[in-house]
């Protein structure tokens, strides 16, 4: 099926419309949809008729939306969603579903703040609603067994305008124009990408784009952090064939991407040998146990591609008992490193 921006925005549009009557409990004028359809999709304008169309639209696939009169002058006729259409039967939910369900809720705290936590918080008040009181305390006297911690306690709560707009940038196919500044840079850049995917990684939000026009370009990452605006414009793209997030972090620990990735060796020793194999450095790393001609205690680690940035100071982070052997150019760059901080520590004469 070919592309058309024209049809996605009238999806887009028509989506928007449902949801607005499902989460309107006195109905919404045709202009009262419109006005909400523009400020939310950033649009210059809709016509009544184009609003009208995609009632019909819903209306036609069994939607019981209807016209009813009010006494309200400004508001002669509001359309209505008969929202017990939509009403779900409750589920049978098991304290097991609940309780991996609370765990994974608040694995997501970053996410506060943001459109995904709002879906994520009704479908647990959905989830609460449907399991009978007695299950429930059962619940709260289980769910202290399970602790989740290593958390960023991080909140975009202050970012919810910028990843709403990312968000429909990348379901619209929108180029975007944004301003960022990047880590180690004095000022931010206005730049004009192309956003494939949200990425949600460490804690961090990252949105997943490309230049603008570059058809072949690489795929960059940019920080929600570093964002300081977002403005989708009324020009689409065509999506990239070859987008794949399982490629595209395929050498990467966490989301780092810069350059091209090479093949490690590393020796680790004692304690931190028990622990990299219980902990893993990368995701891809393969170990020789014992190293050859090495202690009982002694491992060697090898990962086939990764990035230089991410394996330092996971490195670093065993101490002595971790030595980079290959490629030569990570031993000098972990040597640079240790001397400075030699240096840091030495009293002064």
Not at 214 to 235: I, M, Q, S, Y
Request: hydrophobic share 40%.
């Amino acid at each position: 099926m070919s592309f058309s921006p024209e049809r996605y925005k009238q999806v887009a549009r028509a989506c928007k419309v449902l949801e607005i009557l499902q989460n309107s409990r006195y109905g919404k004028t045709t202009r009262e949809l419109a006005d909400e359809v523009v400020r939310y999709m950033g649009l210059p304008s809709v016509s009544l008729k184009s609003i009208e169309r995609d009632v019909k639209f819903w209306q036609g696939y069994g939607f019981p939306i209807d016209s009813h009169k009010t006494n309200d002058p400004e508001r002669r006729s509001v359309w209505k969603l008969d929202r017990s259409y939509l009403d779900l039967p409750k589920l049978p939910i098991s304290v097991l579903e609940l309780l991996a369900f609370a765990v994974g809720r608040e694995l997501l705290f970053p996410l506060a703040g943001t459109p995904y936590w709002e879906g994520i918080q009704m479908l647990w008040s959905k989830m609460r609603e449907s399991l009978p009181e007695p299950l429930w305390e059962h619940f709260e006297r289980l769910r202290p067994s399970v602790v989740v911690r290593g958390v960023i306690a991080k909140s975009y709560a202050e970012k919810e305008g910028m990843l709403s707009a990312l968000n429909r940038a990348i379901y619209q196919h929108r180029v975007t124009d944004v301003c960022y500044q990047g880590l180690g840079r004095s000022e931010a850049e206005e730049r004009a990408i192309e956003p494939h995917a949200i990425v949600l990684s460490g804690g961090s939000i990252y949105v997943a784009a490309t230049d603008a026009g570059d058809d072949r370009g690489e795929f960059k990452l940019f920080k929600l952090d570093r964002l300081t605006r977002v403005t989708p414009r009324d020009r689409h793209f065509r999506p990239r064939e070859d987008f794949d997030p399982d490629d595209l972090f395929a050498a990467s620990v966490g989301v780092f991407r810069s350059g091209k990735p090479t093949r490690f060796r590393i020796r680790v020793t004692g304690h931190a040998a028990r622990w990299i194999v219980e902990e893993p450095l990368h995701p891809q790393q393969v170990v020789e146990s014992p190293a050859p001609g090495g202690a009982p205690d002694e491992i060697v680690l090898e990962i086939a591609s990764a990035h230089q940035e991410e394996i330092v100071p996971r490195v670093l982070a065993l101490g002595e008992q971790a030595e980079v052997l290959e490629p030569e150019s990570c031993r000098e760059a972990i040597r640079a490193i240790a001397c400075r901080m030699v240096g840091n520590y030495t009293p002064d004469a």
